[in-house]
């Protein structure tokens, strides 16, 4: 069964509120966003045009692939792929904000963490999500969070967003056997 958890309607007003968050917290600091590939990257560039709109602090935008640092990728089934790491500023001292679709169990963050860390020495690393399901698996909280949804273990969040090709923006709830 597939239920719509949230519409375009409801994407914009979260996201549209945690840029609000983001600016009331960084007030006169440059805020780097570091979107996760791949709905991670598309939120961010919108995070980026809402704290462009609303505030007054400098904002810059970055990719980043952790392909490499996942720890379950042995297990996957075939080949990764591994795509670019885009971040064309210096990482050292700066305050970042990875952004991501959906915090699940932690591992994406924790390997997103690894990488950022591999590039230089952050003074601060937040955390922004689009959708928290709980279920973590690692001591993980995001600091800005469109909305908590609470899922059981067999559970799906589906993420579309029109960058990716979707003919609307969506978040899913799909269950199994229901």
Known sequence: MKSVIMDS???????????????????????????IRTAGV??????????????????????????????????????????????HFPVDNAFIILVDDVLFTGRTVRAAMDAVIDLGRPKVIQLAVLVDRGHRELPIKADYTGKNIPTTDDD?????????????DAVYLMRKGD
């Open 156 to 168: 799906q969040i589906k993420v579309v967003l029109t960058e990716s090709g979707s003919k609307e």
């Open 9 to 35: 309607t409801a994407i914009e007003r979260a996201l549209k509120r945690i840029a609000h968050e983001i600016i009331e917290k960084h007030t006169s600091v440059p805020v780097s966003l570091i979107g």
């Open 42 to 87: 598309f939120i961010a560039s919108r995070l980026a045009e809402y704290i462009g709109q609303f505030g007054q602090i400098p904002v810059q935008t970055a990719i980043l692939d952790i392909t490499l640092y996942r720890d379950d990728a042995a297990k996957g089934a075939g080949r990764a792929i591994v795509r670019a790491t885009e971040i």
